[in-house]
């Protein structure tokens, strides 16, 4: 039989991405779910004029209390939840999940969110479910390249990545979800010690093959505190920022404007910045990539420094958050089990199966460099 998965927010702009893969499976079984019946029809019919394996549609509020029994008469077993923002957002999907028997995984990146989600571990083990949380480029993505390559290292001191995005916005509701910290105090780690940097500030230029000099800025993911313990790291960041540094600029003065209390409401502020970013697209170059630099020492006990990137071109940087997903649900379609309890989604996929499900390698690809002797 096939495995029958269901997507939350399925005609979204992450949920399409997965939906498109999943649909082409042939031993899988997708439904969607959404609150609006017109788009989700629109969907279901687009995804069953290619789909291997017809898809159906479930119209209901997956936050209500009609989803648990949604999930157990539609013999659901893997929600994949993508409906952000995350900041701020309950786990009510995760419970009803938790409630029905059904494993689950979101594509949250919101630190708090996938970093609290623990507080569901002793129901999901009593119910034999495995909820994963951050199930997207942070933290599955970036801890994969590091696992993928951590036997060269005998120690790990420093672990600083980010992602800079193409010109091409995304749904409102991710921006909405990242300006969410605007101006806010983010906590790093520095020499082993706490500091805080504020949100979307800081601005650094960045030389990124292929990509040229990009903008980057604070922004807060779950990483900050999984790799602290994960790896041993004492000196952790991220950044981040948009293809076209207009974008930095206008996030970084964002940042300002609420920290000094210029402006209160980050959430209308989203929305212009999202409207004004959707009319420059058309001058990006469609570039966008993920980096990871690494600083330790080898197992020779010698410095050793590691730089990976994983670019996308094309403006095919979506298909990066959201293929975790697709890689979890390929794996478990194939009998992969997870082990039941709830947690960040960290060592449960690999590069090679990440990079197979995004199964794009004209527009897609992953260099990995070693620098030893120096600091």
């Known amino acids: 039989m096939p495995f029958r998965v269901m997507v939350v927010g399925g005609y979204g702009n992450f949920g399409s991405i997965v939906c498109r893969h999943l649909a082409l499976m042939p031993d899988v079984a997708l439904l969607l779910s959404g609150r609006d019946p017109r788009k989700l029809q629109r969907k279901v019919d687009e995804l069953n004029s290619r789909a291997h394996t017809a898809c159906e549609g479930w119209c209901g509020d997956a936050m209500g209390s009609e989803f648990q029994a949604a999930l157990t008469a539609l013999n659901i077993q893997l929600v994949v939840h993508t409906g952000g923002p995350f900041q701020g957002q309950s786990y009510a999907v995760a419970q009803s999940c938790i409630a029905a028997g059904v494993n689950y995984c979101d ?152 920290k000094i209390g210029l402006v209160r409401d980050p959430g209308v502020w989203a929305a212009r910045l999202h409207r004004l970013g959707t009319r420059f697209e058309r001058f990006g170059d469609g570039k966008s990539a993920m980096y990871i630099d690494v600083q330790g020492l ?8 590691m730089t990976a990137q994983l670019t996308a071109l094309n403006d095919k940087g979506p298909e990066i958050p959201s293929c975790a997903a697709v890689a979890l649900a390929a794996k478990m379609a194939q009998g992969y089990t997870p082990q039941p309890g709830a947690r960040p989604c960290v060592g449960e996929i690999s590069v090679k199966e990440y990079m197979a499900a995004i199964n794009d390698p004209d527009n897609l690809s992953l260099s990995v460099h070693f620098c030893a002797g120096q600091r």
């Not at 970036?142 to 995005?165: V, Y």
């Not at 706490?194 to 903008?215: A, F, I, N």
């Not at 197992?299 to 420094?305: A, I, T």
Request: glycine content about 10%.
């Open 298 to 305: 080898g197992v020779d006990g010698q410095p050793l420094s």
């Open 107 to 258: 594509l949250a990146d919101c630190r708090t969110f996938v970093n609290g989600i623990d507080v569901l571990d002793a129901r999901a083990k009593e119910a034999g479910v495995a909820i994963l949380s951050g199930c997207s480029s942070v933290p599955t993505l970036s801890s994969a390249i590091i696992d993928e390559q951590r036997q060269r290292f005998s120690r790990i001191d420093s672990i600083e990545h980010g992602i800079s995005s193409s010109a091409k916005m995304p749904g409102l509701s991710t921006v909405e979800g990242v300006l969410a910290y605007a101006g806010k105090p983010i906590r790093q780690l520095r020499n082993g010690k706490v500091h805080e940097v504020p949100g979307w500030q800081d601005l650094t230029l960045r030389k990124m093959p292929q990509l040229g000099r990009r903008l980057l800025a604070n922004v807060d993911v779950p990483d900050m505190d999984i790799f602290a313990s994960r790896y041993g790291a004492h000196t952790l960041r991220f950044q981040a920022g948009a293809g076209l540094k207009l974008g930095g600029i206008a996030n970084a003065l964002l940042a300002q404007a609420l």
